[in-house]
């Protein structure tokens, strides 16, 4: 069984391995070499060593959008997956019980698919919506919702609430998808299990953390990883939504966001290479930990 | 807890809790669903309702107005095919690019087997702005020496990109819808005198079904839904709806109606295939996620 094995993977794998020698490493290679030029997009390419770095080190922007970024991937997936874990839970056995038998909310199949619908919105849909439910005047809806006596939030056009609105939509959108993943885990936990539980006198609480909770644990971490991708690319809804891309004044700054000024606006090719390079090393930190932590020890 | 009243075990719920519960679940719905309940009020109001400062909550002139100045748009229709012609072939060619990746990744051991799963989680990770301009300054170098149109006016380099976009996951969930089919079946498969190739075409490949579904439908909306490559790669007349509905904002200020409208359009091919395959997408995301 062993003779032949390799022209199967050779001619499996060799499509992909090229898609990704070119568009990716050959790429990042190419991201790496103009981080040490101070090229502008245009013209001849001059060395400059690790001088972008240097000013880099310097950028007040550079930490706070570092630590933007780090908020994002800190916050977006405890939110979610607690707000998932929540929900599909009384989708699935948050409802009475009869004869014993634990079941979900009242309309829980129909839960089920509204809330993947913000999943369906593009995201250059869910930030027009969102512009509206924020938008800084009595025209929007959140405003509108609120007593005239009041003067209206500022939200996105607040330094401070700014991050928190984008936090919340990405939320919003992410947060249908967990659900709907959970309650597949929880429907392939045996009901007996439940039942059993039930009979022994669990309340719904104790029935969540002694056995949602720890049967679950493998999905919440796949969750984790995406969840976390999804915070790394924050950076389009910030491009739409946010006042002066990424204001005010930095207040929503996140390092794509950064490389994207730099390269289109500023016409800083180089400086925004070297921001890549930083990203690069980031989001491979990142996956290491991730790998490391959630120890998928089956690949 | 455990109480007992005619008869009927009423084990862990008290009344109350299940009010509660209900209650919850009721408000949740209401958020998930307000904005696009909100987006369908806009596209059938005239301007003047949706320009008053007193919003309504349904539109007193009922109107289709919106949606014939959307689709009245010079670039509305080509860009609504440009996108559903890219998104077809780079969900196609990456769902057996990745089956076959799959494949190799799942049934085989080898030497850089591992190295290739580390450089496929990373690649989903890495952020593709950071590439953007590499990728543009490759695609042109290319166009520059085979002669074939890449980018600008073409939509291949697009394609190329979203293809590798895609792998990854592709890839990844595939490889454990993969590992979850028993080896003993391939195994009984070539004792029963099957090559190698049968039992991936024959056994294999049908048992993935609801992989491929999966991952279709997130290519699907992947590829559909973006918009910074395809606007950085192509000129106006080469981008996707969603690229349109951006810049028709940005140009047109706050023409809401017609914009939500749009958006509606934009969403239709989505919530469509949604739909279709809404029963299998659960069991999908998890037998893949779980094993992953």
Redesign the interface.
Known sequence: ?RH???P??I???A???A??A???V???I??FQ?SMTSWS?FGAIKFVGADNFVKLWNDELFWKSLRHNGYLLLLLPIVTIALALV?AF??NV???????VTRG????K??R??????????????A???G??FASD??G?LN?LFPDSWSPWLFLADERWALTCILVVLV?QA??FYV??F???M??IGEEIYEAA??D????I??FFKITLPLLW??IQ??WVYL??AA??A??LI??MTVDRGGPDGATSVL?MM??RN??EYSQ?GY??A???V??FL??T??ALT?RVTR?D?? | ??KHDEG??????S?A??FF??G???L??L???F??Y??LNTAFKPDSEVRS?T?TFFPNDFTLDNFKSALGEELFIPSMINGLIITAMSVAAALV??F??A???AR?S?YGR?A????I???????F???????F??LQQAEEGTGINLIGDSLLGVT??Y??LL?PYT?WTLRGFI?GIPRELDEAA?IDGCT?FQVFWRIILPLTGPGLVATSVYGF?QA??E??IIN?MNDPKHQNL?AW??YN?TERGTA?GP??AG?II??IP??VF?LLI?RN???G??AG????
């Open positions: 069984m032949g094995k390799y199967f993977i001619g499996f794998l499509v992909p391995v898609l990704y070119t568009f990716v050959a790429a990042y190419q991201t103009l997009g929900f009384l989708l948050g409802g009475g019980s009869k004869g014993g909310v009242w309309g829980s129909f839960y698919v509204i809330f993947f619908f913000p999943q369906l919105m593009a995201l250059a849909i869910v027009v919506i969102f509206r439910v009595k025209s809806m509108g919003w947060v249908g709907v993943l309650s597949a885990g429907g392939s039930a009979l006198g669990a309340s719904r104790t029935l493998n999905t796949t969750g976390g991708i790394f690319d950076f389009a491009n739409i794509a490389i994207y390269t289109f090719v925004a290479s921001l890549g390079v990203l690069f989001t491979l990142f996956a790998l998928r089956a690949v | 807890m455990a009927v075990i009423t084990v862990g719920r009344r809790g299940t519960a209900n919850t679940g009721i949740f719905g958020v998930m669903i904005p696009v909100w987006v400062f919003p690019v990745g076959l990746g494949l190799a990744i085989f080898f591992k290739i799963i580390m450089v989680l990373a690649v989903q990770l890495v952020p702005l950071a590439l953007l301009i590499p990728l300054l490759m190329l990109i293809v590798v792998l890839v590992s070539m190698r909306i559909w839904n918009f910074i950085t969603m509905l951006l904002q809401w914009l939500m958006a934009t969403s989505v919530v949604f809404q997408i659960a069991t995301l998890t996620a779980v094993k992953g």
